[in-house]
């Protein structure tokens, strides 16, 4: 059993055990691993707000074309970042964010919690679309956490080509001479990655830094890790990302889900957060 199929089969025994039937995305679909209804894939259903961020987003996780919205998938992506992240939108988050494990976070103060946000970069190429944005505060400064959510992502094909559009703007590399060596070295073939997706995390940055200051932006990369040589090997990626981040004066951070919600468990009160903490223990760890 691959990654893949493996992350698949968790979250299908998760259903089985919540008495919940399972489709096929469409009439013609080989694998029933789609609720009827997003309530059922859903900690909480969504919020207006959160509602309103999707559909402007690019994903179009709530549509339905000829069959279910990608959110209903048990795999969703969107629906890990919701399941994690919305329950914090009308709750004092500190905790949350000291669980995150990163010494930058300490001291921020936090004010809100955005899904789907747009950061251009430039006009007639489409903005990137950050999962989720943390609005904090430092010495009245704003600071944000730009998260980027994997699920089954990184254990599928993905394709790796920066659009060469981005390589010709010369003025926004001027701070990330790093960045754009790996970009350069992406883009002839002479550097692939199995797991981590460099281009879409670059392409983060550069939305990033034209709309902040490199010290008031940080990039959180946070996944579902899995065992074996998958799990050595994307660690090894992730790490060797970070490293050229860090070169260029980017801050950039990475933590499993698993991780994630063990800090969760150890740092928030169970009484004050029962619900939330048996649901994401019992889905995804």
Known sequence: MNSFEYIKFKQKVWAANNNLSLFGSNINSAENIYLDERKYNLFEDLYDETIAELSNGDGSELISVNGLPKINALHSSSSLAINI??????????????????????????????????????????????DVTIYTE????????????????PYRKHEQKLNESYIKKYNFWKELPSLFNLSNDINSGNLRFRYLDPVQLIRHILGLKSNYKKENFILLYIFYDVFGEDSKVHHEEIKKFKDICTKDGIYFHYISYQEFIFNLNNNLSYKDHKEYLDYINLRYL
């Open 138 to 153: 430092l010495k009245e400064e704003e600071k944000i956490i730009a998260i980027e959510s994997k699920f089954t992502e």
């Open 85 to 130: 992240f919305q329950y914090w939108r009308k709750k004092e988050f500190y905790n949350m964010l000291k669980s995150l494990n990163y010494f930058l976070f300490d001291n921020l103060e936090p004010k809100d919690i955005k899904f789907e946000q747009k950061f251009p970069v430039f006009k007639n190429v489409f903005p990137p679309n950050i």
